[in-house]
């Protein structure tokens, strides 16, 4: 369990989350057990390859490059980069037009197409508290974090808009016209896990109860709309 909120955290000691509800959901309708343990984007994929974790919870996005040493479940919901302005930008070539710096996260899939747009203009912290720290602060112009991420950090905010990032960047920026789509990792080659995690997921996309959930932490249910096909991010 990465502790990435919404989607997954210790809460005062429990966990707690989006991701943490679907997998209590499919565990009590499988009637099966879940043991927690804390986890790292570092160390998760590795853990889960080496017997040591079944499965991860926390915003993992479906790569090949992750699919070389596990499985994933079937698509959880889209993992959309967002736009955040104090400008009231909505769209990437209105942050393109202004002056200033743009800041972004290190290890982000969209990193090297926001490069190409903004070139030096573009700086990268280690962690989404410093990247908000200087957009705070007035040092950047714009923060490109995931959609779900900034809702979360600027909820509330009537100075801040912050908006799933769109325009027409573009045939060349695949990473930012085909947004990753988030699932659960787990051991490669157990079938059976991977049919009762990816069952569990669809009766609750197709319920509603998934987007429930993104709702009640003010993100748009139209992320649990995942293409009928699984998207998986090309190899780096």
Request: aromatic residues 8%; glycine residues 8%; charged residues 25%.
């Given at each position: 369990?990465?502790?990435?909120p919404?989607?997954?955290?210790?809460?005062?000691?429990k966990?707690?989350?989006?991701?943490?509800?679907?997998?209590?959901?499919?565990?009590?309708d499988?009637?099966?057990?879940?043991?927690w343990?804390?986890?790292?984007y570092?160390d998760?994929?590795?853990s889960?390859?080496q017997?040591?974790?079944?499965?991860?919870?926390?915003?993992?996005?479906v790569?090949e490059?992750?699919?070389k040493?596990?499985?994933?479940?079937?698509?959880l919901?889209?993992?959309?980069?967002?736009?955040?302005?104090?400008?009231?930008a909505?769209t990437?070539?209105?942050?393109r037009?202004m002056d200033?710096?743009v800041?972004?996260?290190?290890?982000?899939?969209t990193n090297?197409d926001?490069?190409?747009?903004?070139g030096?203009?573009?700086?990268?912290?280690p962690?989404?508290?410093?990247?908000?720290?200087?957009?705070?602060?007035g040092?950047?112009?714009?923060d490109f974090?995931?959609?779900?991420?900034?809702?979360l950090?600027?909820?509330?905010?009537?100075?801040?808009?912050?908006?799933?990032?769109?325009?027409?960047?573009?045939?060349d920026?695949?990473?930012?016209n085909?947004?990753?789509?988030?699932?659960?990792?787990?051991?490669?080659?157990?079938?059976?896990?991977k049919?009762?995690?990816s069952?569990g997921i669809k009766a609750?996309?197709a319920?509603?109860?998934?987007?429930?959930?993104?709702e009640?932490?003010?993100?748009?249910?139209?992320?649990a709309?995942?293409?009928s096909?699984?998207y998986?991010v090309p190899?780096?």
């Amino acid at each position: 369990m990465i502790d990435y909120p919404p989607f997954s955290s210790y809460n005062d000691g429990k966990p707690d989350g989006i991701d943490i509800s679907i997998v209590k959901k499919i565990a009590a309708d499988d009637c099966l057990e879940v043991s927690w343990q804390p986890a790292t984007y570092a160390d998760a994929i590795t853990s889960i390859a080496q017997g040591n974790l079944d499965i991860a919870t926390g915003s993992i996005a479906v790569t090949e490059d992750r699919m070389k040493a596990v499985d994933f479940s079937s698509s959880l919901y889209v993992e959309a980069m967002g736009i955040t302005t104090k400008a009231g930008a909505k769209t990437i070539e209105e942050v393109r037009d202004m002056d200033g710096k743009v800041g972004t996260v290190d290890g982000y899939m969209t990193n090297a197409d926001l490069e190409k747009i903004f070139g030096d203009r573009l700086i990268s912290y280690p962690s989404p508290v410093e990247l908000k720290a200087d957009f705070d602060a007035g040092r950047l112009i714009a923060d490109f974090e995931t959609y779900a991420v900034a809702a979360l950090q600027f909820k509330g905010n009537s100075d801040v808009t912050v908006v799933p990032a769109t325009g027409d960047v573009g045939e060349d920026f695949g990473s930012l016209n085909n947004p990753a789509e988030d699932g659960f990792p787990l051991t490669k080659g157990n079938a059976s896990l991977k049919t009762a995690i990816s069952d569990g997921i669809k009766a609750q996309q197709a319920d509603g109860s998934l987007g429930k959930l993104l709702e009640a932490v003010g993100l748009s249910a139209d992320l649990a709309k995942v293409s009928s096909e699984q998207y998986v991010v090309p190899a780096s």
